[in-house]
């Protein structure tokens, strides 16, 4: 299993599933180029522009830790990330689960995304002028948890580590991507595991993603905010345990 974190963060974010799984699975946890300990000196603003520089990491890291296909876990964005390096390289894995996954961040016609071109606009704007400032308010929306107050604090303090100017371009790659189209062309069973309230990534856009990929399954764990792994831990789990069992 490879678990791949969201934007903001790094692998630390898996800690309280990772060990679960790690009884029964080799786990391969990574932080994205620009991301944690990663090095930064390997970060290349042109490959990096889009989701496509981070799927081809993905690909180059598991060949070289294994030859087994993998069931990639990928928080947020890097659901995309791993759809896109399953798409590059479908002999590597052998399943995704998507946590908190959005193809298209921005409403369009009958798909709603959660958010309009404006909005996504304006936050890109304000991440500009004022990257420290955005992060602390956005990072406890984005947590939600609102009886776990300490993981608001945990995600504001990971967003503030991340260099500005890396953060400022994954944002763009990020909430400006579109990988509608490329979703059906996803042959290995996928579980989406969807927040009942989350901000980021609304109930629409799950179930757009259950009709739209061929073999997949929706999972919807009652939990406000947009990692469940860290507030809702133990329903993520049993659900993934599951969705695991039957592959």
Same mark, same amino acid.
């Given at each position: 299993m490879v678990f791949v974190h969201g934007f903001g963060c790094d692998q630390n974010m898996w800690r309280l599933m990772a060990p679960h799984f790690a009884e029964t699975h080799t786990c391969i946890l990574l932080d994205l180029v620009g991301s944690?300990? !990663?090095?930064? !000196?390997?970060y290349d603003p042109g490959k990096y522009a889009t989701l496509h520089g981070y799927a081809s990491d993905l690909c180059e890291v598991l060949a070289a830790v294994t030859a087994a296909p993998a069931i990639c876990v990928g928080h947020s964005v890097s659901a995309m990330i791993g759809l896109l390096a399953n798409l590059r390289s479908p002999d590597q894995f052998l399943a995704q689960v998507m946590v908190g996954p959005s193809p298209c961040y921005i409403n369009d016609g009958d798909y709603v995304g959660?958010?309009?071109?404006?909005?996504?606009?304006?936050?890109l704007q304000t991440m500009e002028a004022n990257y420290l400032g955005? !992060?602390?308010?956005?990072?406890p929306a984005i947590m939600g948890a609102p009886g776990q107050p300490e993981l608001g604090v945990e995600l504001t303090n990971s967003f503030c580590r =991340?260099?500005?100017?890396?953060?400022?371009?994954?944002?763009?790659? =990020?909430?400006?991507?579109?990988?509608?189209?490329?979703?059906?062309?996803?042959?290995?069973?996928?579980?989406?595991?969807?927040c009942s309230d989350d901000i980021i990534a609304p109930r629409s856009v799950g179930e757009y993603m259950r009709r739209t990929i061929p073999n997949c399954t929706l999972r919807v764990i009652e939990n406000v905010g947009h990692c469940p792994h860290l507030s809702a831990p133990s329903a993520s789990t049993a659900a993934m345990e599951q969705f695991i069992a039957g592959l």
């Open positions: 944690g300990k !990663s090095d930064l !000196s390997a959660g958010f309009t071109r404006a909005d996504i606009d304006s936050l955005w !992060s602390s308010n956005m990072a =991340t260099d500005p100017e890396i953060a400022r371009q994954f944002a763009r790659a =990020t909430f400006l991507s579109d990988f509608r189209a490329e979703l059906p062309r996803l042959q290995a069973p996928t579980l989406v595991l969807q």
